[in-house]
Each structure stands twice: as C-alpha cells, then as structure tokens.
C-alpha cells in the first residue's frame, strides 16, 4: 500500500511503525480526552 508516495505497507505487514510506539501514543491521547471530558474510561462498570 502506498500512501501519499510513500510505502507504508508491504506484503500485509505494516512499514517502518513502532507499534509499540504508536500505541502508547494512542492511550495516552484517549486517557486525556477521557479526562478532560470528565468521562471514566469504565463506560460498562456500574457506579
């Protein structure tokens, strides 16, 4: 797969991506908004 003239994907594995990187950075963009929304992340617990 090529994205804006770049290969990003390459015989069905992901090119130059730190899942591990990438992931972290995802958690801690939802654990912001979660918390600037005043939501719990536990949307199924009962409180």
Same mark, same amino acid.
């Given at each position: 797969?090529? @994205? +804006?003239? $770049?290969?990003? $994907?390459? $015989?069905?594995?992901? @090119?130059? @991506?730190?899942?591990?990187?990438?992931?972290? =950075?995802? =958690? +801690?963009?939802?654990?912001?908004?979660?918390?600037?929304?005043?939501?719990? #992340?536990?949307?199924?617990?009962? #409180?």
């Amino acid at each position: 797969m090529i @994205v +804006a003239g $770049k290969v990003r $994907k390459w $015989k069905g594995q992901m @090119v130059d @991506v730190n899942l591990h990187r990438l992931r972290t =950075e995802l =958690e +801690a963009s939802r654990d912001y908004l979660f918390a600037a929304a005043g939501i719990p #992340q536990d949307l199924f617990s009962r #409180q």
